[in-house]
């Protein structure tokens, strides 16, 4: 197939770019290289003759036009996202722009598309979403597909808003869509202003380790090239319309997570002292989610996929990835926001 990846430069993206090209699929990235985006993440498919890069934004309907008028793909995978919750709790507006806006825009110039291909039915339009829309569980109990939504932060808002966009393209229009919703993702290329590579970077660093309140607050994690395997076998497999959760099943508290790479980090490149004793408790987020929790029975069941990386064994590869690609989150430290606190207004 011809795939038009949305966002293919950035984290998820370019894992998903990468697999899809290895996999004997042609790949157009359209990417707006905002902060977060990183061209070196595709260094390895980047004269690949089956990779092409478009510099765009998804919020310019000509721009969408023009690259689909070209390229001509077979299907979209729409990754290109505002993401970071402490950034959007800072200024909301750009993620109201590019996650609602943004979306609502690249439907508009797909459903052209689609017409002008005669209502292909092998045509499909995958929105990637995430486990955060549904809001936040307790102690017990998991997200499914059916969990009403519930979101608590600008960001999960409008990725919320972009969902119901998307649903309501596919009851109204017909274009033929799948979505899906994964737990946070975690391992190489990822942009250091999240949880894991603040932590390895700041560890190495010699500096503090921040843990927001008590870090009891739990994630399920997923690696990021499981997660870029998911998102093909539903674009291969999925059901016309369905959405799909997508789990790492690695449910865990911030702190215990901290405390494991500081571990790794403790045999891949020991210090005078442990890195734990670097950790430090800070103000928590404001309206900081307790727990996500992903029953991922729909995309096990139906299409045959579970995660394949245990988080032990993904965390040791994430560390070793940064401790041998020093020069890559080098060149990311100076871009604006980067190892700074972000999110305090309440």
Known sequence: MKLLVTGGS???????VRLAIARGHEVVNLDALTYAACQENLISVADNPAYAFEHGNICDRAALDNVLAQH??????HLAAESHVDRSIDGPGSFIDTNITGT????????????????DDAFRFLHVSTDEVFGSLGATGFFTEDTPYDPRSPYSASKAASDHLVRAWHHTYGLPVLLTNCSNNYGPYHFPEKLIPVVILRALGGKAIPVYGRGENIRDWLYVEDHADALLTVLGRGALGESY???GENELRNIDLVRMICAILDRQRP??????????FVADRPGHDQRYAIDPSRIREDLGWRPATPLEEGLEKTVRWYLENEDWWRALKDRQGVGARLGQRS
């Open 104 to 119: 609502y825009t690249l439907l508009e110039a797909a459903r052209s598309y689609w017409q002008s291909r005669g209502r």
């Open 10 to 16: 950035g984290f998820i993206g370019s894992a998903v």
């Open 271 to 280: 210090a005078d002292a442990p890195y734990a004793t670097q950790i430090e």
């Open 72 to 77: 001509r793909p077979d299907a979209i995978l």
């Open 245 to 247: 959760n997508i789990g």
